[in-house]
Structure formats: structure tokens, C-alpha cells
């Protein structure tokens, strides 16, 4: 769709000086996505194109955005690596080449934003944000250096982190690009979990084999396997090591679970009191049926879908109901490592990919709803209902569908 078919009077965000006539039209498959804001350009993915692939490919990838998309010459870009602790304080500037120097690692992760499923919090009470349906998740191949190894090569040293309990210290990123809430997207996650190599914190370069597209963070982003999306700043222009956690909007009052008495008159008193969300929760949502689609009664059906956890940890089942929730039974799953049974799997394992499940129903009932729920290594699971907070983040609850079961005309089935 060109951009000339959208009127800039109708921009959404609250900053009239952002631009939107520079955005990425030609790069976006919006017959894959269901577009829920123009500008700045937010869009989820339909579920059923969700499934179609085990690695999400970048047409089929939501896009989350608080402002215009920058457009960067890769060579004209840089990016400042600071430090700024009471002991040590100094600037490195990085450009393309130094990053392309360093060792290159790969990782398939996903990438949720925490307002995914917002809709079903909405349903109970308003909410603040972006209404979402479960289409913001993903799970690309994402490819670049290690965000460590980054610092370490701007000199930071390695023990900075050490002892962690005693000086907790930050990693913020702020990107390049105007925002609508601050003076630019920024936020920070942990220097103790960036510097531990098994969590694969990149400075990603690449997405599915490729260059970055613009919308996605070119031409560097941060990747943070098991962390909700909003960590994973793109366009960056500076990565910060600090002895408190970023300032941003994005982190001190955004992306938080605030106790369900807060409210757009009184949050101000919740924001300080609770934590910036890191790690995703467990999740799984069911991608077929797709909410167009309707079942044939008395016909097998495959019912299919995602599931995946925060911080590592590894889905371990997905159950699935028929009976709203009375019995379960196991979905079978399918895991980076091709379809593999549980015996078979090393818990220890960090693990960042989601699984993709199906299961069976031999014979469509003429009514049914649809319930799953996953657990994983932690023995967490899904809550039964959905518990609302103001920002509307992190709604993990049992996903229910009820499709629409067609019964073939001329049977007296009923
Ligand atoms: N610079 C910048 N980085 C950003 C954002 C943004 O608006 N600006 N959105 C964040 C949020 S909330 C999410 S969920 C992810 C979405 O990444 P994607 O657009 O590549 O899917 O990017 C994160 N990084
Ligand atoms: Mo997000």
C-alpha cells in the first residue's frame, strides 16, 4: 500500500513533529497482517499464516512501533558504547565494519511483544495500548555478534558484573528515530544476564539469512532470547553500561504489571513500586482453527499452535481440552530439534525457540470449545482466567477457541 493513500492529519501519535513519509511500504506483505495502527506502523500477523513455518520468516514477522521508521546508511552509522559507573567512565565509537569483525553467532529465539493478547484484558476493562490478538510472536533466525563480546572489545571488563548482588549494573539501549512517549526508544535489561554467554544477547545485523529490514532495526538491533520484545531495541545509537536501570518511559513506567487498583489517574504512585517485566511468561495460543475458520462436523480436524516460555525455560508439554478445560490430553510437539519425545530432551538446556503442537480431534462435535494451556521445565502453566492490569501486558491465560462447526447440508445429524 503506498503511503500517499494515508493522510498524515490522521497520525496517531502524540507527537505532531514525527514524520511518516519515509516508511518501508514496499517491504511490507500486508496480506499476511492484520493491521492494527498506521503510523506509527503496528501490525500482528494472522494466526493461521503463523504456524505455516517453524522459523518465522520476515513476512510473516509482527512489527511493534512507538515512532517513524528511521532510514540509516549502514555506512554512514555508528553507534557509542559508553560506560558510566562511579569507577570508570568512557566512550568507544562502533561503526558496521568493527561489529562484522567479531566472532558471528546465530540464534532462534522469540520474539513476543507483552501487549500480545491484549484484547482478552480489554474484554474485562479498559486497557492502555495497542490492542493486540495473539499475532505478535514470532520466531526467527537472528544473526550478529554477542552483545559481551561487543563490550568487551570496546574495552569493558568482563568481571564488571561481578559481584552482582552487592552492585547490580544495566545494559541500556537507546535507538536512533523519534518515540512517541520520550526522547527516543530506549530501555535496559541486566549486565549480569547479558554477560553469561549461554544467554545469547546479540547485536543482530541479520534476521532469516539477511540483512535487517528497516522496520526490524536496521542496521542493528538488540536480540534477547527469553526477554519480552520491548528489550530488544532497534536502530541502536548507544549501549550504555550504568549502575541504575534505563530512565526511559519504555522501562520505568511502561511494561509493567501494575496491581489491578491502578489506573490512568493514579498510576504514577504504582509505576516506582514494580519491576520493569524481563523475562516472557509461559505462553500457547491456538493458530488453527484461525477465527475464520469453520469445522466440518463428524470429520478429523488437526489443531494446531504455538508454546513457548521466558528466561530459557523449556516448554515441556502442551495439553489441549475439548471439554473446556474438564479433562486434558497431550498435544504432540515439535521442537527446533524436529519432533522429539520427552524422554529424549536435556532439561538443562537453555532453550529460546517456541514448539509448534497439533492435535487430533478424531470426530468434530456438533458444539465444542477448544482449550490449551503449557507448562514448562519451571512447572509453570497458564491461569485459568485472565487477570487484567492497566497496561494490559503479559495476559497468558487459557486460549479458548469456540469455532464455528458447519454441519453438511441434507444430514439429519442434529
Ligand atoms: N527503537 C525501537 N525499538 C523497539 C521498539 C520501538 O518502538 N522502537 N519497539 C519494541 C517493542 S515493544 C517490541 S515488541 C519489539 C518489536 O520488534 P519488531 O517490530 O521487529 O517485531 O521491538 C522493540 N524495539
Ligand atoms: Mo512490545
Known sequence: MPASSYSSASASSTKSS????????????LANYIVR??????????????VESFVTPTDKHFRRNHGPIPDISSNEWSMNIEINCNTMSYKKILRINDLAQLEQFDVVAVLEC??????????????????????????????????????????????????????????????????????HYASSIPLEWVMNPLNMVLVATEMNGRRLPRDHGFPARIVAPGIIGARWVKWLKYIRVQEHESDSFYQ??????????????????????????????????????????????????????????????????????LDNGKTWEL????????????????????????????????????????????????????????VWNYRGVMNNSVFRVHPQIDVPTGSHHL
Open 37 to 50: 495502527a498506521e503510523q506509527p506502523f503496528n501490525a500482528e500477523v494472522k494466526l493461521d499464516r503463523l
Open 114 to 183: 507483552a501487549g500480545n493478547r491484549r484484547d482478552g484484558l480489554k474484554a474485562i476493562k479498559p486497557v492502555n495500548g495497542v490492542i493486540w490478538g495473539p499475532g505478535t510472536a514470532s520466531n526467527a533466525r537472528w544473526s550478529g555478534c554477542r552483545l559481551r563480546d561487543v563490550l568487551a572489545s570496546a574495552g569493558i571488563p568482563p568481571n564488571l558484573c561481578h559481584p552482582f548482588y552487592k552492585k547490580p549494573r544495566h545494559v541500556e539501549f537507546a535507538a536512533y528515530g523519534e518515540a512517541a512517549e520520550d526522547v
Open 252 to 321: 520505568k513506567r511502561d511494561y509493567k504489571i501494575l496491581p489491578p487498583m491502578a489506573n490512568s489517574s493514579n498510576c504514577e504512585e504504582y509505576w516506582p513500586r514494580f519491576p520493569a517485566l524481563m523475562e516472557l511468561n509461559i505462553q500457547s495460543v491456538i493458530c488453527r482453527p484461525a477465527p475464520d475458520e469453520s469445522l466440518q462436523i463428524g470429520k478429523s480436524y488437526l489443531v494446531r499452535g504455538y508454546a513457548f516460555s521466558g528466561g530459557g525455560r523449556a516448554v515441556d508439554r502442551v495439553e489441549a481440552s
Open 18 to 29: 514525527a514524520s511518516y513519509d519515509n516508511e518501508p511500504w514496499s517491504e511490507r506483505q
Open 331 to 386: 498435544a504432540d510437539l515439535y521442537t527446533i530439534n524436529a519432533k522429539k519425545r520427552s524422554e529424549q530432551r536435556d532439561w538443562s538446556v537453555k532453550s529460546w525457540s517456541w514448539v509448534l503442537w497439533s492435535f487430533r480431534i478424531r470426530s468434530v462435535p456438533p458444539n465444542c470449545t477448544i482449550s490449551c494451556r503449557a507448562w514448562d521445565a519451571g512447572g509453570n502453566t497458564q491461569p485459568d482466567a485472565a
